[in-house]
Each structure stands twice: as C-alpha cells, then as structure tokens.
C-alpha cells in the first residue's frame, strides 16, 4: 500500500515542528528517517498512524487521506510501534498482542480461535512465545519492545510505522528484528537513529534536519561525508573491511577549525581518529 506525504506541516503549542514534507512511498518499501534529535522524525510519523493532524497538507494511506477514514478503518491500514509506551499496563503478553486484533471486530464480538492463532504466530515470530502468560509490566525494555512488534504483526495492516524500533533491543535482536520486518513485504516507514543499520536494511532514506527533509535517495545516496556532517554535525571517514568488503562508518566530532573552514584544516568528510564503527552496505 502506498503512502504520500503532501506538504504536511504541523505545529505543537504554536511552534512548527515539521514543515511542507513532501514524500511518495511505494507499495512494500521499507523507508527509513534518519537525523539528529528534534529534527521532526516522531512528529512526521504521528501524522501517518493518525496521532496527529497536520495544520496543512494531508496525508494519504492508499490513496485516501488518514483522516477522512474512520478510526478503526485507519487502523486495518497502518500500524505502529512507538517510543512511548505505559509501563505499568496490568494486561499479559499475549493480551497486549490481542489488542491488534479490534481493528478486525466488532464493538461486543469476541475473540475467535482464527484470532489466538494470529496473536500466536506473532509472539513466535518475535520469539516471545514462551513469556505469553507473564504480565507485560514485568518485562525488560527490549522484551516489551519486542511484545509491541507482534501487537503490530497481529494487526495485520498493510503499512507499518516503526519509531526507533531497535530501542532497548541488544544486537541480535536488531539485526533480526529488522530482518522480520523487512521479510513481511508490508510498507515500512521507520525512524533510525542508527545508520548502520538503515543502511543495511532501507531500501531508502529521508533526511530530516530542523523539521524539513534535506535529501532523500538510496542509502548510499544519502550516507555521504558531507551530508552527515551537514546533517548530524559528526565527522565521518569510510574503511573496506577486507572480510566482508562492507564499509565501515567511523563517526567522530568535526574540529571546531571545520567550521570556520580555515586553510588547512580537515573538512566534514576528512580522516578523523578514534569515534565510533558502523557498517554500511
């Protein structure tokens, strides 16, 4: 199913926080939004899963804009994983991945054994099949998150909206996370703080800077030395690993003489020792 963005601008308690985005996803893209902190990201997918409504522009999931649909029907359409969840919901696991399955039913219709094998799958997917009977509160961060995903596949919508989905998780759990969701074939629409993975595993990206997209492209369009300092104000260097022939990403902070661009001095894409290693295909 596709999702259009167009000229969405909105604003929380009088301050604009996204402005005239414009963006066209395809059927069965996973879409990745990267930048810093506050540049909109959050904000831009509340506005896709109905959270909030845009001061101007629109959005339209298969072809119809989200708020002209009715809630439930809005629902059928997009799912979400999001950042901020309760902690202290007293339900259990396979309850909480039982609430994707209203969309689906009735306002008194009860749950069906078609409905316990979907929400059973789901837990098996994201392998917490065996927590199914604990009390959600009670999990850590990654298992909650990890709950929240089957939630999310039990729904069983066509476009899936994801807001850090790799937050709390260790590195395996990232890596087939993300493997999963790109596995299901759904529209994807995911923030990502980081870049190794988006680009590993984006088909492609949207750059966000102070509420506006920047650059849009595939990952290696967009994960360029300049556009990252640009973007996350870090320097960056890339390195082949001669076992794998992926680049490597090593971040670190741009020489306070890179701004001033004083003759001389190592620019944004320029070598830089230490900072941190990421993969990129």
């Known amino acids: 199913m596709k ?18 985005v414009e963006m066209a996803i395809d059927s069965g893209e996973f879409v990745g939004l990267v930048g810093p902190n506050g540049s909109g990201k959050t904000t831009l997918l509340r506005t ?11 959005v339209f999931v298969g072809g119809d804009d989200v708020w002209e649909l009715a809630p439930k029907q809005a629902a059928r359409r997009t799912a979400a994983v999001v950042q901020e969840t309760p902690s202290d919901i007293d339900f259990a696991v396979f309850e909480v991945v039982a609430l994707g399955r209203l969309p689906h039913k009735g306002l008194i219709d009860r749950e069906t054994r078609a409905d316990e094998e979907i929400c059973q799958a789901a837990l098996e997917r994201v392998g917490m099949a065996g927590l199914a009977d604990r009390f959600f509160a009670t999990l850590s961060g990654g298992e909650k998150q990890r709950v929240l995903v ?36 759904v529209t994807t629409i995911a923030s990502m703080h980081d870049l190794a993975l988006a680009a590993d595993h984006c088909d492609r990206l949207y750059a966000l800077k102070g509420g506006r997209v920047v650059a849009s492209g595939t990952p290696a369009e967009i994960l360029t030395p300049s556009l990252i300092a640009d973007v996350f104000e870090v320097g960056v260097r890339t390195v082949v690993d001669p076992a794998t022939q992926r680049v490597l990403l090593a971040f670190d902070r741009l020489p306070p003489a890179a701004t001033a661009a004083t003759p001389g001095s190592p620019g944004p894409g320029a070598p830089t020792t230490g900072g941190e290693h990421h993969e990129l295909t």
């Open 3 to 20: 999702v259009h963005i167009a000229g969405t601008t909105v604003r929380i308690d009088g301050t604009t926080i996204v402005e005239d």
């Open 48 to 58: 896709i899963y109905r959270a909030l409504r845009p001061v101007a522009g629109a």
């Open 150 to 185: 089957a939630r999310a596949l039990a729904q069983q919508s066509s476009v899936l909206v994801l807001d850090e989905p790799t937050n709390h998780l260790d590195i395996r759990f990232q890596l087939e996370l993300l493997d999963l969701i790109r596995g299901l074939g």
